[in-house]
T-cell receptor, first 113, second 112 residues
């Protein structure tokens, strides 16, 4: 079955600390992978996407993610977290020719001053 | 360029009432979709459309209808509202070439 797992429901980090949010997927076809961010009361905004090529992708707001096919993972990272990064983060998977995206359940990030 | 717009922002319905959630985009995107977001469940796809006149079911279509008569608009109809449909509803659109979805601000629906 196709699925996306974000094992951490909540993560708390101190401002300036590094961050890694985990995402594992199960998908039959070659996946297209996405990370979205949702601030409270807002819609979702795309942080970055991976279709093919270099497995380390850079996104907006200083985020990056690494695609590891052998581990079926697409973890999101940021070297130094800012208070404004507090939000909920969603990993999603799709594929070429299909628009039926599957979203993970989200990870809520809290940033301590 | 307004992007993806949704109306209303908030709505309270009584069980059994019907209503239509509006979604419009001005980016000439072929693909549009409706999701519902519930705590701890992420976003679940209700219905989607790959172009005017073409719609298909997503993961949780029961109780909802859609139509796509124009490229710009993709309304979601609740036929007979139930408390289980209390949720936040998001509309999204994307170009067929980019697969990047642009989301609207959402509609918070409460069914009592």
């Amino acid at each position: 079955a196709q699925s996306v797992t974000q094992p951490d429901i909540h993560i708390t980090v101190s401002e300036g600390a590094s961050l890694e949010l985990r995402c594992n997927y199960s998908y039959g076809a070659t996946p297209y992978l996405f990370w979205y961010v949702q601030s409270p009361g807002q819609g979702l905004q795309l942080l970055l996407k991976y279709f093919s090529g270099d497995t380390l992708v850079q996104g907006i707001k200083g985020f990056e993610a690494e695609f590891k096919r052998s581990q079926s993972s697409f973890n999101l990272r940021k070297p130094s977290v800012h208070w404004s990064d507090a939000a909920e983060y969603f990993c999603a998977v799709g594929a070429y020719g299909t628009y039926k995206y599957i979203f993970g359940t989200g990870t809520r990030l809290k940033v301590l001053a | 360029n307004a992007g993806v717009t949704q109306t209303p922002k908030f709505q309270v319905l009584k069980t059994g009432q019907s209503m239509t959630l509006q979604c419009a985009q001005d980016m000439n995107h072929e693909y549009m979709s409706w999701y519902r977001q519930d705590p701890g469940m992420g976003l679940r796809l209700i219905h989607y459309s790959v172009g005017a006149g073409i719609t298909d079911q997503g993961e949780v279509p029961n109780g909802y209808n859609v139509s796509r008569s124009t490229t710009e608009d993709f309304p979601l109809r609740l036929l007979s509202a139930a408390p289980s449909q209390t949720s936040v509803y998001f509309c999204a659109s994307s170009a067929s070439t980019s697969y990047e979805q642009y989301f609207g601000p959402g509609t918070r629906l409460t069914v009592t």
